[in-house]
């Protein structure tokens, strides 16, 4: 399984960019990268996904270097709404769904 | 289009009591997970489906955990004689497919066990 490891919690102001960073050093060839956002009490919500160099949408962006090792989860000009815990995925690539495995994730706290 | 629904919200049930929870996903999609999230815990993976059929039951915790799904939709997750330490939110998804296709999270069932 590729294990990931990320901070328990980042604290940051409104405004700011914030980059959380996700360690998948065993991660396999065809695996991808996956990120969640989830708020108290609902389920988790895809924020954004990468297979390696850079991916943008209109709410982030993953950056993957090329040994994809690791990944960094940026969040541009973040809000007291985007206080949540985000969640770093990686797998699906040998059709084993304890590959898709959510840690612990991180708690993200956006002061005003 | 509606999303993956749950039901029930919550359900407070007494120790050794047999408890349902359902799961509607989104149609179409034919892959199904469940979740168990314990207070500030991340989400712990129980079992998958591909259509009717779940390839994986390797998450499941105990012979008291059994899930089906019928028609290739609704799924249901069955714990029987509950015990205290199966207080948890129990979450559900849906996919397109397998693999790292996005995976669409239902609101959850509360479960209490008193």
């Known amino acids: 399984l590729a294990k990931t490891t990320q901070p328990i919690s980042m604290d940051s102001y409104e405004g700011q960019e914030v980059n959380i960073t996700c360690s998948h050093n065993?991660?396999?060839?065809?695996?991808?990268i996956t990120w969640y956002q989830q708020f108290p009490s609902q389920g988790p919500r895809f924020i954004i996904q990468?297979?390696?160099t850079k991916v943008t949408n209109e709410v982030a962006s993953l950056f993957i270097p090329a040994d994809r090792k690791s990944s960094t989860l940026s969040l541009p000009r973040v809000s007291l709404s985007d206080t949540a815990v985000y969640y770093c995925?990686?797998?699906?690539?040998?059709?084993?769904?304890?590959?898709?495995?959510f840690g612990s994730g991180t708690q993200l706290t956006v002061l005003p | 289009g509606a999303g993956v629904s749950q039901s029930p919200s919550n359900k407070v049930t007494e120790k050794g009591k047999d408890v349902e929870l359902r799961c509607d996903p989104i149609?179409?999609?034919?892959?199904l997970y469940w979740y168990r999230q314990s207070l500030g815990q991340g989400l712990e993976f129980l079992i998958y489906?591909?259509?009717?059929?779940?390839?994986?039951k390797s998450g499941l915790p105990s012979d008291r955990f059994s899930a089906e799904r019928t028609g290739g939709s609704v799924s249901t997750l069955t714990i029987q004689r509950t015990q205290q330490e199966d207080s948890a939110v129990y979450l559900c998804?849906?996919?397109?497919?397998?693999?790292?296709?996005?995976?669409?999270f239902g609101p959850g069932t509360r479960l209490t066990v008193l």
């Open positions: 990468g297979y390696k």
């Open positions: 149609s179409g999609h034919t892959a």
């Open positions: 998804a849906s996919s397109s497919g397998f693999s790292y296709n996005e995976q669409f």
């Open positions: 489906f591909q259509g009717n059929s779940a390839p994986d």
């Open positions: 995925l990686v797998g699906g690539a040998s059709g084993s769904a304890r590959q898709l495995t």
């Open positions: 065993n991660i396999a060839t065809n695996d991808y």
